[in-house]
């Protein structure tokens, strides 16, 4: 296994931008899926956020199981110690929100008496229960957790250094 001390391995890189691309494009599926009227177009946006969850979880899964068993970059050069503790902060807080957001939707689903299977949700079987309660709770702090981040990552990538070729992405590399 190769390790290199100033970015992500490979897998890491495929892994967060697969996730990245799953949980942005399931935000606008869930805020445009409720405020639909009742029909066909709302029943396949809720199956589709269904399934695209199943697909997050499973890659989240693999995740968190590959980051534990492989090397961490070195922290990022020139960040405070202070800067550090809330860039740890962060990512801990997005995945704390994602892990409960994805639990929460599925924890919706059987509590409404339904199988959690892509194609067979209807949306108003779907009931006000306690998990769906969590669920737009944690979906909202998950979007001010990833605005977070993306404003923190263009601030180190704009003032400091270099931050996203270490997730992969060179094109905006900075030569020090």
Avoid: C
């Amino acid at each position: 296994m190769t390790y290199s001390t100033t970015q992500y391995n490979r897998v890491s890189q495929a892994i967060h931008w697969v996730s990245a691309l799953l949980i942005i494009g399931m935000i606008p599926l869930g805020l445009v899926m409720h405020e639909l009227p009742d029909g066909t177009q709302k029943q396949v946006m809720y199956n589709v956020h269904v399934a695209v969850g199943m697909i997050v979880i499973v890659v989240t899964a693999f995740r968190l199981v590959w980051l534990a068993f492989h090397h961490w970059p070195e922290p990022l050069p020139k960040l405070s110690s202070l800067r550090l503790k809330f860039l740890t902060a962060t990512h801990v807080f997005l995945y704390i929100a994602l892990v409960l957001a994805l639990l929460s939707g599925i924890m919706t689903v059987l509590a409404s008496g339904l199988t959690p299977v892509p194609g067979v949700i209807r949306p108003e079987d779907i009931q006000d229960v306690l998990p769906r309660t969590i669920h737009d709770l944690m979906t909202k702090a998950l979007i001010l957790a990833l605005v977070v981040h993306v404003v923190g990552v263009a601030d180190y990538q704009i003032r400091k250094g270099d931050t996203l070729s270490r997730m992969g992405i060179s094109v905006f590399r900075k030569n020090s």
